[in-house]
């Protein structure tokens, strides 16, 4: 079982790194929670591969400078598809 875990940790990392994936698409994608992989990503990577951890953690470490500007973009586009609803049903 550990070498799955291993296994499974190199490949979220390099995910990530290829993808500039977020925790949360990261999870998606493998069918894992957001808690797995950020545990297998800052944790186990850190000891099994350090230089992976590290472009990891530069990748997630972007994601959350820019966290706050796809939320205010999602809050931009959830009040613009409301009120597309309520002009096309008058």
Known sequence: MKG???ERAAMLGEY???NGATVRSTAKKFGVSKST???????RLKTLNPALY???RRVLDINKSERHIRGGIATKNKYLREKALEH???
Request: no cysteine.
């Open 37 to 43: 992989v950020h545990k297998d990503v800052s944790q």
């Open 88 to 90: 096309g049903e008058h």
């Open 54 to 56: 590290r472009e990891v």
């Open 16 to 18: 990530i790194i290829e």
């Open 4 to 6: 799955i875990v291993e």
